[in-house]
């Protein structure tokens, strides 16, 4: 289980400010929106289910997950990963990698991986490395 963060408080990359915090992730899980106890405490409408103490999208593949998200286990949309990054910019990542390709060598869309400084602060199937969360 990872920490709940900012990342669903910022459904667009676009809004101001987010992608400077997106790739944060929180340890404090108190008095955070989206927390549940049970599918209805979430909205249903977004197609969203209760996932251990969070609102999160529900998913079999990973299509519906918004960008920088993924299905985890054929049922949940984890939180975003990192945040967006140009690849040739000089220095995108503040001294890490601009990460191209998942753990399969197949292309993604570029992005700076999150802050950590434990593997229980990073999305399932991501450790922390280097206080950065890389998919395992």
């Known amino acids: ?50 996932d251990d103490g969070r609102c999160a999208i529900r998913c079999l593949t990973d299509d519906p997950c918004p960008m920088y998200s993924e299905c985890f286990g054929a049922s949940y949309c984890t939180e975003p990963i990192g945040t967006p990054c140009q690849p040739d910019a000089s220095d995108p990542c503040g001294g890490y990698a601009c990460v191209e390709l998942d753990v399969n060598e197949m292309p993604v869309e570029p992005y700076c991986p999150g802050y950590c400084t434990a593997s229980s602060m990073c999305p399932p199937n991501y450790e922390c490395s280097q206080l950065r969360c890389y998919k395992q």
């Open 1 to 50: 289980m990872f920490a709940r963060g900012v990342g669903l408080l910022c459904p667009s990359l676009a809004l101001a400010g987010c992608s400077a915090i997106l790739g944060e992730y929180s340890v404090d899980e108190a008095s955070q929106p989206g927390e549940c106890a049970e599918d209805g405490d979430c909205d249903t409408a977004l197609n969203e289910g209760c």
